[in-house]
């Protein structure tokens, strides 16, 4: 192993691969190798200005014994940036230490005279490059040993019924509901991000820890070390960004649902919200708005003065948000401009098709500017110059027909290589051009999101879910990961996405005990897809906004009056909450901390708090403790030791460090009042 040392670097070269390690923040290192004879210039999720760090970078020899009993020296090297020490050995083996303790090494199970693993007869090594037969890019395999005890957390969104990842296999790719942000979190006190938009897989298994891509030029990572997980996570934005403020008159109620297909719908729902005396601060046109897609543009026959609508919804306080699809239809009148000029994605074998529901599209290739500048264009013309707001930038994954990513190219390179940053580019369609504008706080609605992809003003939401107490569990599970992720800006479907029949007694409990955890959480936001499908359509044409169905109505009022004064009274503990809320924000874009968090977040000093999945903080002030089964109405929550908790519903104080039994009833879902 021959060893380069540079300024606040440590290069070693073996083999034909070229390893780099360099400070990279406080008290963190990136982590690269090649096997190329270059590095790229991609730094994918580490964007911001990294602080001036100054490690220390040596040589040190170590006593060898060879295989006849002998003795002799190898060089090994360090380097060390603040309580954050890598040490690389003579065969490219990296360990890591924080204060000097062993947190993290990775993997070897092959016989050379050094670290032995298992048998020597395995042939396992730590970092694995295969040559993509055909190809240029490499896959790589990279291991690390498993750490007994370990929790990990984080990683973004999946659907599952736990929170702890140890023990895991977690897809790197993004699908409709399945989120991959890379960054975990480990209670040893460290933060890991796999800086690699490639579509592969992560086990955190018992046995070893294995990171694959399918096809990528370098290994790129990024390790820091704290002393709690707030720590942890303030390191992690700092080097890829920060959320921005969040605008003050978004903190109350977003109005949505599936779908409102007539600008006279929009203003008849916003007319008796402002006469029930309940401000929305933005409501939401949802899909098939349009003609077909890909025109991104309202279909005039159903919205003859898009213009006129949003002036009289502003007159009312109430922002306007409007769905916009990746997806371009053949019938499209921008399909065949952007197939000409190389703008949407392309297909390695067989038709020209990503994407088929309500048509025949192909979805635009985002990683493109042009791309970005065309669609922009479009919708700036068809939409932000009405005084449109924002922008819901719905299947943002894509949400392909068929999740076939070896089969999908973009410019930047093949799905497989870049795939995961393929909603943050979308995001910046819009991003980047709103920001230039000057208008305010930049706030789009994705269903997607990547590392880093906080900093483009996205309010992510967990995605078309089902209406299910058990579904309603997991997106607890999902928003906390999400959180701890980097991603403070997130948010679910209230009662789920897909509901069968509005009617259901069992639903509409699903509906408030969803309302009253959405309440104490960043973005309250009424959606679903509400059956029964019994409302007619429009027209009998087979496109534009009449054909398509809709849901049953979905405002605060539309499921009985029982209920409507039930979320009535929570809408009022939301808005008596605004100020509180606005510090949660304003925390978010100083040191990433997210609005939801989980009970360890709070109290790392409470071993109990690593085990509780089923309650959470909503910032530091309350202790939230969901109802997460059907006829439930009491539940056991534990209060954290080191203070004081009064129960909200009765005012009764008790002392931390207890389990204790309260009472739920439909009307009230367990919250507690941190008091010191």
Avoid at 145 to 168: P, R, T
Avoid at 269 to 279: D, H, L, M, S
Avoid at 657 to 673: K, W
């Amino acid at each position: 192993m021959e060893f380069i040392i540079e300024k606040n670097a440590l290069v070693a070269k073996r083999g034909g691969e070229t390893l780099r390690i360099e400070a990279w923040g406080k008290d963190s290192l990136r982590v690269r190798s090649t096997m190329f004879s270059d590095f790229t210039d991609n730094v994918w999720a580490l964007t911001e200005d990294k602080s001036e760090a100054c490690a220390e970078v040596r040589t040190f020899e170590i006593d060898h014994w060879v295989g006849d009993g002998t003795i002799d020296k190898r060089t090994n090297a360090s380097i060390t940036n603040g309580r954050l020490r890598a040490e690389v050995n003579f065969v490219g083996i990296i360990s890591f230490f924080r204060d000097d303790k062993l947190i993290l090494r990775e993997y070897y199970a092959s016989y050379d005279g050094t670290l032995l693993k298992g048998s020597r007869c395995l042939k396992i090594v730590n970092r694995e490059w295969k040559g993509i037969i055909g190809g240029s890019d490499y896959s790589l395999n990279l291991k690390f040993e498993a750490n007994k005890g370990e929790k990990l957390f984080g990683m973004g969104q999946y659907q599952q019924d736990f929170l702890d990842l140890k023990g895991s296999v977690l897809e790197l790719a993004q699908r409709n509901s399945q989120i991959s942000v890379p960054f975990a979190v480990s209670n040893l006190g460290y933060g890991f991000l796999w800086n690699n938009p490639a579509v592969g897989r992560v086990t955190f298994g018992k046995n070893y820890t294995e990171w694959i891509a399918r096809s990528t030029k370098e290994m790129d990572y990024w390790i820091t070390v704290g002393d709690t997980p707030k720590d942890i996570v303030a390191s992690y934005a700092s080097v890829t960004g920060h959320a921005p403020k969040f605008p003050e008159d978004l903190m109350g109620l977003w109005q949505c649902k599936l779908r409102y297909r007539t600008q006279d719908e929009v203003l008849t729902v916003a007319r008796q919200y402002q006469k029930e005396g309940i401000k929305i601060d933005q409501i939401v046109i949802d899909f098939f708005h349009w003609t077909v897609q890909g025109d991104w543009k309202f279909d005039t026959k159903y919205w003859p003065d898009p213009k006129a609508m949003v002036d009289e919804l502003h007159s009312m306080g109430i922002k306007v948000i409007v769905s916009v699809w990746p997806s371009v239809d053949r019938k499209s009148e921008n399909f065949y401009p952007m197939m000409d000029r190389g703008l949407l994605i392309k297909t390695e074998r067989g038709a020209a098709q990503t994407y088929d529901y309500q048509g025949d599209c192909v979805e635009i290739d985002p990683f493109n500017p042009e791309t970005r500048k065309y669609v922009w264009d479009v919708c700036k013309k068809n939409y932000y110059d009405f005084g449109i707001d924002a922008f819901w930038l719905d299947n943002s994954e894509p949400d392909y027909g068929v999740y076939d990513f070896e089969n999908y190219r973009y410019c930047a390179g093949p799905a497989l290589s870049v795939s995961n940053m393929y909603p943050q580019m979308y995001s910046r369609v819009f991003y980047d051009e709103m920001s230039k504008l000057g208008d305010g706080t930049v706030v789009n609605l994705l269903r997607c999101a990547w590392a880093g992809s906080q900093k483009y003003g996205n309010v992510v939401w967990s995605g078309d879910v089902p209406s299910t107490f058990e579904a309603f569990k997991e997106q607890l599970f999902a928003g906390l990961n999400m959180g701890l992720a980097g991603i403070p800006w997130w948010t679910t479907d209230i009662g789920g996405f897909m509901t069968d029949d509005v009617n259901d007694p069992d639903f509409r409990q699903l509906l408030i005990r969803w309302y009253q955890f959405a309440v104490y959480s960043a973005v309250l936001r009424m959606h679903g897809d509400r059956g029964p499908y019994n409302i007619p359509p429009l027209d009998d044409r087979d496109f534009g906004g009449g054909y398509l169905h809709t849901g049953q109505p979905n405002e605060l009022w539309s499921y009985g009056e029982d209920n409507y004064k039930i979320m009535r009274h929570y809408y009022d503990i939301r808005i008596s909450m605004h100020d509180y809320i606005k510090s949660l924000y304003d925390e978010a874009s100083t040191n990433g901390s997210p609005l939801i968090r989980t009970m360890f977040y709070e109290f790392p000093n409470d071993d109990k708090c690593w085990e509780l999945e089923d309650q959470y903080m909503f910032g530091s002030k309350y202790l939230v403790a969901p109802i997460f089964e059907l006829n439930r109405f009491d539940r056991d929550v534990y209060l954290p030791e080191g203070c004081k908790w009064k129960l909200t519903s009765t005012g009764e104080v008790y002392v931390g460090g207890q389990s204790v039994n309260v009472d739920a009833p439909i009307e009230y879902s367990p919250v507690f009042e941190r008091v010191e």
